[in-house]
């Protein structure tokens, strides 16, 4: 695509949410950019650990939870139609989660949550020590019980953002590389290259970005870069099919053979750098459910900025004429990629605004 080409829509930003929202309004037939300064999932999309849950997170209980139940259903539709059309495995597929307790007040705290989980219909069961030690016999003995939830599915992020950048140049999309710059003038995005690409409609997808001054003319968005790091372990076996989880360390088998253990939540600006003390803390979390760990080589450690707002739920919706902004959603972007899109492409194709108030742009502007 030349500078001075004229798609119908420009959209900034080549992870999950920029690259399902492209996908999505190319399908429906209109001229779509991507534009990525760096490259389609290089930073949190690809790094992520692409878990599909309802039964915890920002406005869960509360706002969020409908939409999340139906974000999951939205993979459960479009992960297999988009590995069609990609010939890209997403990995999408039931994750079978435990979360486990070393003593009462850790348990009582999972039981908190028992009630709401039932009314939202999100099936778990009770595990008692004897049953979680069947289920993953390498786990510490000092559990003293947990649940094992029924709901939770999960993706390959990178591969998943992978397959919608590709699927979306197969329906005629173009992605093209460069830093964008300037929004300040209707209709016009401006690349530091000096080029300028003009699009009745643009999307900023930018993620923690977007809450920078670093575009000229965007909206301030109340929007943070939260840092996470992530562990990837080599580990003979086919122990840890599930997903254990002890408040904040987890473990998992990835269907690659990989042991992956996490996670952070840092606020340290956009430093991506991984960290040794973060290293050392999630190598002792792991360690606390599985001392067998010990013996395990660590084949890669990754950091990624996850794009956060202030209330913790995504900002989504038209902010002026032809100005739409979808962003902010933290831990959960993979989970709500397909959501955002819809809802991003009913106001452009249709001209209807289907946001809930608890993630509509407006609840800031």
């Not at 390498?138 to 953002?161: A, C, F, M, Q």
């Not at 460069?178 to 000096?194: D, F, K, M, R, Y």
């Not at 643009?202 to 870069?225: N, Q, Y």
């Amino acid at each position: 695509m030349s500078a001075s080409s004229t798609p119908d829509v420009a959209i900034i930003g080549g992870g999950v949410v920029g690259c399902a929202i492209a996908y999505r309004l190319a399908k429906s037939g209109l001229s779509v950019v991507l534009i990525e300064r760096d490259g389609i999932a290089s930073h949190a999309s690809g790094n992520a650990y692409g878990g599909l849950y309802a039964t915890f997170g920002p406005g869960m209980p509360g706002p969020a939870l409908d939409v999340a139940k139906r974000s999951i259903e939205l993979h459960k539709t479009f992960d297999p139609q988009i590995e069609s059309e990609s010939d890209i495995a997403t990995e999408f597929r039931p994750s079978r989660s435990i979360d486990v307790a070393f003593n009462e007040s850790e348990l009582n705290e999972i039981n908190e949550n028992v009630g709401w989980w039932e009314s939202a219909q999100l099936p778990f069961e009770h595990l008692t020590p004897e049953s979680i030690l069947e289920l993953e016999p390498n786990l510490t003995p000092n559990i003293v019980g947990g649940v094992r939830h029924l709901s939770h599915y999960e993706v390959d992020s990178y591969k998943l953002t992978l397959a919608l950048a590709t699927a979306f140049e197969r329906h005629g999309g173009t992605i093209r590389s460069g830093n964008v710059i300037s929004l300040a003038q209707p209709g016009e995005i401006t690349l530091a290259s000096g080029a300028s690409i003009s699009a009745p409609v643009r999307i900023v997808c930018s993620g923690p970005w977007a809450g920078t001054d670093e575009i000229a003319g965007m909206p301030e968005l109340p929007i943070r870069p939260v840092k996470g790091e992530i562990i990837r372990l080599a580990f003979p076996g086919d122990d840890f099919s599930h997903r254990v989880v002890a408040g904040r360390p987890y473990i998992a088998r990835k269907p690659d053979g990989l042991v992956w253990i996490g996670t952070t939540d840092e606020e340290a600006g956009f430093d991506e750098t991984a960290s040794a003390s973060a290293r050392d803390s999630i190598l002792a979390g792991a360690l606390s459910l599985a001392p067998v760990l010990e013996t395990a080589s660590i084949v890669q450690h990754t950091a990624c900025l996850r794009p956060t707002s202030s209330d913790g739920l995504p900002i989504v919706g038209q902010v002026d004429d032809g100005l739409y902004v979808a962003n902010g959603a933290g831990s959960k972007g993979i989970l709500y990629s397909h959501v955002i899109a819809g809802w991003i492409a009913d106001s452009v194709l249709e001209g209807s605004d289907s946001v809930p108030p608890e993630f509509a742009v407006s609840r800031f502007l």
